[in-house]
């Protein structure tokens, strides 16, 4: 069986990552900040389907695998598992950067954020110039919810905070009475 990491890397073997990701980090070191910590703001919320799955729908509708995003680092102390782009042509401006992180093979934390297209300008984007993170969490929160696919878009701190107050008001409740 395939792990996690596995099913959201399509045909690239982690030796081949391994040995080009300190080159990359060397690269990106000089041209501008190779590590980024994901923000709240960039939370586009929770899907709850298969990986594969939603991966395929990504690709159907033009998204693609992003192999220079290995450094983006969630608050939760996940590593991320999947790193997707969308630009409206090869060599748009701009693209939207999505960030999935697997809790499970049916359990998702989604994050986004638009910035400016590797390929068209490289500098710009190891410097992360011009990142615009709200929009991008709005962009395919929209994108999500427009293809039927269901996001809860409560945070993991606010779904459990939520969960232990309900405990709580249980408990209460079977004490009272």
């Known amino acids: 069986m395939e792990s996690i990491v596995e099913t ?3 045909n690239v073997p982690s030796r081949v990552r391994t040995r080009l ?5 060397r690269l990106g070191r000089a041209l501008g900040q190779p590590e980024y910590r994901l923000r709240d703001t960039e939370y586009v919320g929770t899907v709850q389907q298969p ?3 939603f991966t395929e729908t990504l690709r159907k509708h033009g998204f693609e695998w992003d192999p220079l995003a290995w ?9 991320p598992n ?6 409206r042509t090869v060599l748009a401006d701009r693209q939207i950067h999505v960030i999935l992180i697997a809790h499970s093979p049916e359990y998702i934390d989604v994050f986004a954020h638009e910035e400016y297209s590797w390929l068209r300008h490289p500098i710009k984007h190891f410097r992360q ?5 709200k929009v991008g969490r709005r962009k395919m929160r929209n ?3 427009s293809h039927g696919i269901e996001v809860d878009v409560n945070s993991r ?4 905070v939520t969960q232990a107050v309900k405990d709580l008001c249980t408990h209460l409740r079977s004490i009272i009475r």
């Open 51 to 53: 990986l594969d799955e």
């Open 157 to 160: 701190r606010r779904r459990r």
């Open 82 to 87: 999947g790193s997707w782009t969308y630009r």
């Open 129 to 133: 110039v011009g990142i615009k993170r």
């Open 71 to 79: 450094y983006h680092q969630p608050s939760v102390g996940s590593e």
């Open 143 to 145: 994108w999500i919810e």
């Open 21 to 25: 990701g300190p080159l990359i980090t």
């Open 8 to 10: 959201l890397e399509p």
